[in-house]
């Protein structure tokens, strides 16, 4: 048996690159096959499908009751193997894993807002479980960060700082993090689906051998079991699925940056500070940091922009979409924003990208300009304010999510708005 392709599919490759086995190609007439001695049935190019085109062969009656069977047991020693053994598998055994945990993101002692934002959602779910937020925070001479956690919500911090935490590398804070896990034992572990983020909690669940859900965009307690519930849109956001992890500890999530709203900080709120002795050789290192470069050129910060004039393929060409989208944008005080269509058609460079795989937003405003509303292109602006949509075609979907609609032509519409902005001097975001 092999992962079925449905006639649903439209060949946009998106799965090809999830199969670790290689088992997928396109055919002549550009539609996914599958390689039936290859796939191994793992399922991870599912998710990827935006059309649910792939379907994992249905399990028989039979089966799933041998399935649910084996959950039920206790895993037996000889079927641990050696990763698993670090995990808690047995129901007894996780009451001893309590508190809810922050992964503090920091670069060059700058705290990355999603850590802020997870301390305020962190703080929700602490108080539903009756148990501590705890911050972990590692770096080399960042504890001037602490009393800052306190403020956002942290009861606790674990702070280890060493001059080879200056620069995050897997291997380091992997090794730190496992170490504190096992010596403190967290239920739930939060961090943010950055790079850096999405790279530590795959390195810490993998070592542990728990449960991660990843790019989540909603948590919450079930209290009668304990249970974290994991959101996170699937199928190419046409679903939102709720993950649990019953049996292992800790439960793991990646959440999206600008999906949770940062709590507001008390100032001269103190907790309690936990230092972590660290051990580090750099000779006993696998990898080596040889030099930082930084990006060159404009910086792009959609994330915190207030105002996001966003264009797609309705405007035509680069040269309408330069005028139109950076003149509204610059007349109203905002940044600019791109559908992938945009991108793809190389009218602007793909850090501009809004949605799925490109950045999520929660300006205060979100205009679409020429924009659809793919729902690819809608899970990255759903925490906006406000949506304001102008579209030619009234049945476009970006209108079933806007706030406010405009059914015209945006070569008719947005010059009017430019010149109006332009004489009322502007609008100023409260
Ligand atoms: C795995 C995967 C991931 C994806 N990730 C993303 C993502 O992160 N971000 C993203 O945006 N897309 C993403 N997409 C692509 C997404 O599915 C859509 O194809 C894309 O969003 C469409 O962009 P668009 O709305 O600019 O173009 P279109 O869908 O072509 O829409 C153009 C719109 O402009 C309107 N229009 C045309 N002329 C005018 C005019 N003169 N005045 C006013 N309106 C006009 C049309 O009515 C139409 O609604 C992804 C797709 C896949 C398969
Ligand atoms: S189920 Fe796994 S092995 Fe099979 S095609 Fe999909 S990703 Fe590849
Ligand atoms: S992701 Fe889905 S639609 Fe795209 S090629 Fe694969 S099976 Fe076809």
């Known amino acids: 048996m092999a992962v079925k392709v449905t006639p649903a599919c439209m060949g946009c490759q998106a799965c090809l690159g999830a199969c670790p086995e290689e088992a997928l190609y396109m055919n002549e007439d550009g539609v996914c096959r599958v390689i039936e001695e290859k796939c191994t049935e793992c399922g991870q190019c599912v998710d990827g499908c935006p059309v649910t085109a792939l379907e994992l062969p249905k399990v028989s009656s039979a089966e799933t009751t041998v399935a649910e069977a084996t959950e039920n047991e206790t895993v037996k020693p000889q079927q641990q193997d050696k990763p698993a053994e670090k995990a808690v598998q047995l129901k007894g055994e996780l009451a001893a894993y309590q508190g809810v945990w922050v992964f503090i993101e920091q670069r060059e002692g700058i705290v990355a807002p999603v850590s802020l934002e997870l301390l305020g959602a962190g703080r929700q779910l602490a108080d539903k479980l009756g148990v501590e937020l705890c911050g972990v925070l590692l770096g080399d001479q960042v504890s001037g960060l602490v009393n800052m956690l306190y403020e956002y919500g942290a009861d606790k911090v674990y702070l280890a700082e060493h001059p080879l935490l200056h620069f995050y590398r897997t291997e380091t804070y992997m090794k730190i993090f496992v170490e504190l896990v096992q010596q403190y034992k967290p239920e739930i572990i939060l961090m943010g689906a950055t790079t850096t983020g999405r790279d530590l909690a795959g390195a810490v669940a993998t070592d542990l051998a728990t449960g991660l859900t990843a790019d989540c965009t909603g948590l919450d307690i079930d209290l009668e079991q304990r249970l974290l519930l994991a959101t996170r849109p699937a199928f190419g956001g046409n ?44 000779e006993k290192l696998l990898t080596k940091v040889l030099e930082i470069v930084k990006e060159q050129g404009e910086q792009v910060n959609l ?29 109203i005080g905002g940044k600019v924003g791109a559908s992938r269509a945009a991108v793809e058609a190389g009218w602007i460079e793909q850090k501009y ?3 799925q ?12 300009l020429g924009i659809s509303g793919a729902i690819q292109h809608l899970v990255g602006i759903r925490g906006s304010d406000i949506i304001i949509a102008i579209n030619s075609d009234p049945e476009a979907p970006i209108f079933k999510e806007c706030t406010y609609g405009i059914v015209g032509d945006v070569f008719t519409i947005v010059p009017l708005l430019i010149e109006q902005l332009k004489e009322k001097g502007g609008i100023l975001c409260a």
């Open 303 to 331: 994330q915190e922009a207030e105002i996001i004039v966003a264009g797609g393929r309705g405007l035509g060409d680069r040269e309408n979409f330069r005028k139109l989208c950076f003149g509204l944008a610059e007349a």
């Open 357 to 368: 795989t490109g950045v999520t937003v929660a300006p205060k405003i979100y205009f679409a």
């Open 239 to 282: 679903i939102m699925a709720t993950i649990l992890c019953k049996k292992h500890r800790p439960q793991m999530a990646t959440v999206r940056p600008k999906v949770m709203k940062m709590a507001a900080p008390v100032p001269g709120r103190r907790g309690e500070l936990i230092i972590s002795e660290v051990n580090l050789q750099e």
């Open 353 to 355: 990208q809004v949605g």
